[in-house]
């Protein structure tokens, strides 16, 4: 039997009869009555500004109660609720720094930890000199005194280069490695030699910081060396081309600008 081909205006043709009088809807019909129809396309409305319905932290004063709140979330700095207590402190602004270097004295390492997280997030900048002192404080458990650290350079670098100094001469190779490390974003001319004197750190990791931060902030070049392999020994006799150079250069010597990232074409 000779197949007969139909086409698309006789299916519709079909359809139409057919619904008409009962015989095929869209959703019984067999696959190969079914044609395909193309809705026309309808863009998505332009996008709108949504309002902004954030609370901006508090400038002003605490009041009494607000004063009392924020210390009755001290305690909440450890726990399940520590999230929501430090955007509590977030809220009530940096009037609420006090209270928070309150909590740098508190039993709990979570506590004082929490603490100096939130002062990075509020950007207490009023709170550095207590940042400091942590972080220069030889009873205090590394992880916050590098923390500590870290956060004061972040507010206010100016300040720091004394705190560089002391951890620097710490006890503790992971101080003295943070000092090192956080050194670099320290533009200030009074790191380098406290960075020159520790490239002849017992600890590699420690000399190889010194090393990297140095070359961040001056982009000096010195002969090569094999830092990487190198005993202390090695170190001392080539840390004297460091100290030949500053002692030529402290006097007219800048920080150059750091770098600017590459712009993407």
């Excluded at 067999?30 to 319905?53: C, F, S």
């Excluded at 972080?135 to 350079?153: M, S």
């Excluded at 190889?208 to 392999?229: M, V």
Aim: hydrophobic residues 45%; aromatic residues 8%; proline residues 9%.
């Amino acid at each position: 039997m000779k197949e007969s081909y139909v086409g698309p205006i006789a299916v519709v043709a079909f359809l139409c009869l057919t619904g008409a009088a009962g015989g095929v809807d869209a959703e019984t019909a067999p696959a190969q009555y079914l044609w395909p129809v193309q809705v026309p396309y309808e863009a998505p409305p332009g996008n709108q500004d949504a309002p902004d319905v954030s609370v901006p932290p508090n400038t002003n004063p605490l009041s009494p109660e607000e004063l009392s709140r924020a210390e009755a979330l001290l305690p909440l700095l450890e726990g399940k609720q520590e999230f929501w207590a430090m955007g509590e402190f977030v809220h009530l602004g940096e009037s609420s720094v006090p209270v928070l270097v309150k909590a740098l004295t508190l039993p709990s390492p979570r506590v004082r930890y929490n603490a100096i997280e939130t002062l990075s997030m509020m950007k207490g900048v009023s709170g550095v000199p207590a940042l400091l002192g942590t972080a220069k404080d030889v009873n205090e458990i590394p992880r916050v005194r590098e923390h500590a650290l870290r956060v004061a350079i972040r507010l206010n670098p100016s300040l720091v280069p004394e705190a560089i100094e002391v951890m620097a001469a710490d006890l503790n190779p992971s101080v003295r490695k943070a000092a090192a490390f956080e050194a670099r974003y320290v533009r200030h001319k009074a790191v380098i030699p406290v960075l020159i004197s520790i490239i002849t750190d017992d600890e590699r990791f420690v000399a190889l910081s010194a090393l990297h931060s140095l070359w961040i902030l001056t982009r000096h070049e010195t002969e090569f060396h094999d830092w990487e392999t190198s005993t202390k020994q090695d170190r001392a006799v080539w840390v004297s081309e460091w100290v030949e150079w500053w002692n030529d250069n402290q006097q007219v010597f800048e920080i150059p600008e750091p770098p600017r990232p590459k712009r993407k074409s």
